[in-house]
């Protein structure tokens, strides 16, 4: 890096720091958003299937 002109330095150090905002935000917003999208969704539909088909188990 002590080759390096100032201007490639100052852009590595903002390509780094939007990288880290980028993965907080996946980490922390998006990935938690689409768990609980996904497990809620899942369960809505073995709801509906239950409304429809019936409880599971042997019929009565």
Do not use: K
């Not at 330095?9 to 939007?18: C, D």
């Amino acid at each position: 890096m002590a080759d390096e002109p100032a201007g490639n330095v100052q852009t590595a150090r903002a390509g780094r720091r939007h990288e880290l905002i980028v993965f907080f935000f996946l980490a922390a917003v998006i990935w938690p958003f689409l768990s609980v999208a996904f497990v809620g969704g899942y369960g809505f539909l073995i709801w509906m299937w239950q409304i429809v088909f019936g409880p599971p188990g042997p019929p009565v």
